[in-house]
């Protein structure tokens, strides 16, 4: 059961990041200075920092529950299941959710999201930090003994599976973005998905 404490403290550090990130999409990451954020917030700045050590982590705060999610389903797989054909099933079924996380979701305040994310360096360069640490993840849930020089392979498949399913997610958001209707873009997300690990299977 979750305490008090915990509880107050996620209502807390979720609307620090509502507050920022209304501010963000209103007029641009680089433009809302994290004292602004504070004050909307009705916090003070300390203790924004101790929610969130970057101002970049404001935004990425969203889709942390997706972090190591990967690895997770590598070793949670069914017995009999290859790893890439778990991938590739979460992934289709994050396609079916509407995981915003997979970039086929056509919702306004969503598209806009990715819009700010893809178009702000210092969001991808935090989003590259996070996706490192979520390669380290999954590699060793490859193989635990990944990172040594005799065992390359699971660290080489583990950074091409995250590249795969980051460039399909900019794909999907891409597609809706330009205006392209769900009951098009979804067929093809998931053809695109399919074809993407087919291709990772072949290659390892």
């Known amino acids: 059961m979750t305490g008090l404490r915990e509880l107050q403290r996620r209502q807390v550090r979720e609307a620090i990041s509502t507050a920022a990130i209304a501010l963000f999409l209103e007029r641009g990451f680089d433009e809302v200075p994290v004292t602004e954020i504070a ?4 916090v003070s700045k300390p203790t924004l920092f101790k929610y969130f050590p970057a101002k970049e982590d404001l935004v990425l ?36 959710r509407r995981d915003p996380v997979t970039g086929l979701n056509d919702e306004p305040d969503v598209l806009a999201f990715h819009r700010m994310v893809f178009a702000t360096p210092s969001l991808q360069a935090r989003l590259f930090q996070h996706m490192s640490e979520d390669e380290r993840a999954l590699a060793e849930a490859l193989d635990p003994l990944s990172g040594t020089d005799s065992r390359p392979a699971a660290d080489l498949l583990a950074a091409q599976v995250l590249a795969t399913q980051r460039v399909l997610a900019r794909r999907n ?32």
């Open 173 to 204: 958001w891409r597609m809706l973005a330009q205006g392209r209707p769900m009951a098009e873009a979804e067929p093809e997300a998931v053809r695109a998905a399919q074809h993407a690990f087919s291709t990772l299977h072949t290659a390892f």
């Open 61 to 96: 705060h969203r889709i942390a529950d997706h972090r190591g999610e990967a690895a997770r389903v590598v070793r949670e797989r069914a017995a009999g299941e290859r790893p890439l054909e778990a991938l590739l099933r979460h992934f289709l079924d994050g396609l079916a």
């Open 39 to 42: 004050a909307v917030a009705r």
